[in-house]
């Protein structure tokens, strides 16, 4: 079984694949792969370098993810620019991940996927987590301190919601702050399909 996975920015995507590996899935995660190749090292930075130039470069070498998202906010294009860079990398190591992975459920935890037509036809099934944009928003501001703009701004960069919605085979509601029913969601999710 190949589970697509996503949801919007503090929907619980990630805690539900933590929660579902924890019960035997294997999970790819896009947003980790992505992240790695952006550290001080990663694959991706040579070409963030030369593209963007070294103000876009922490000191230690890792893409500075401020500076760069602030950048990518006024000016669409650039956005555009580092997902050319990114994006091939992150797709060739998810393809050496699932090639490795022996699991009964390869979940892909991946935020973009409705956004990108590539990746529907490599799935049985696509579940999305879904929450009001209120949680969302709350959810964000005590994860990582944003205030309500910016994560306003990563949600209007992510997929709609009734659009990811309408791409779902399978949705869990996610809006209480209750870890048990997300766990009792998991446990579901494990028995359908024989985890």
């Given at each position: 079984?190949?589970?697509g996975l996503t949801g919007g920015i503090g929907s619980?995507?990630?805690?539900?694949a933590r929660l579902l590996?924890?019960?035997?899935?294997?999970v790819i995660d896009a947003d980790a792969i992505s992240r790695r190749s952006t550290e001080a090292g990663g694959?991706?930075?040579?070409?963030?370098?030369?593209?963007f130039g070294p103000a876009f470069l922490a000191p230690d070498g890792a893409l500075d993810r401020q500076r760069m998202r602030d950048h990518v906010f006024a000016h669409p294009e650039a956005r555009h620019t580092l997902e050319h860079i990114i994006h091939p990398l992150v797709g060739a190591e998810i393809q050496r991940q699932a090639q490795a992975s022996a699991s009964?459920?390869?979940v892909f935890d991946v935020p973009l996927?409705?956004?990108?037509?590539?990746?529907?036809?490599?799935l049985d099934r696509v579940l999305v987590v879904d929450c009001s944009p209120t949680t969302q928003i709350r959810r964000v501001n005590a994860r990582s301190g944003w205030d309500a703009t910016t994560t306003e701004a990563v949600m209007r960069n992510q997929s709609p919601r009734a659009l990811r919605l309408a791409a779902a085979d399978l949705v869990v509601f996610n809006d209480a702050d209750d870890l048990a029913l997300l766990e009792r969601a998991a446990e579901a999710?494990?028995?359908?399909?024989g985890l």
């Open positions: 079984m190949r589970l619980g995507k990630s805690t539900l590996q924890a019960r035997g899935a294997g694959a991706a930075m040579p070409a963030i370098a030369h593209t009964a459920c390869l996927l409705v956004e990108s037509p590539r990746w529907r036809p490599q999710l494990a028995k359908r399909f």
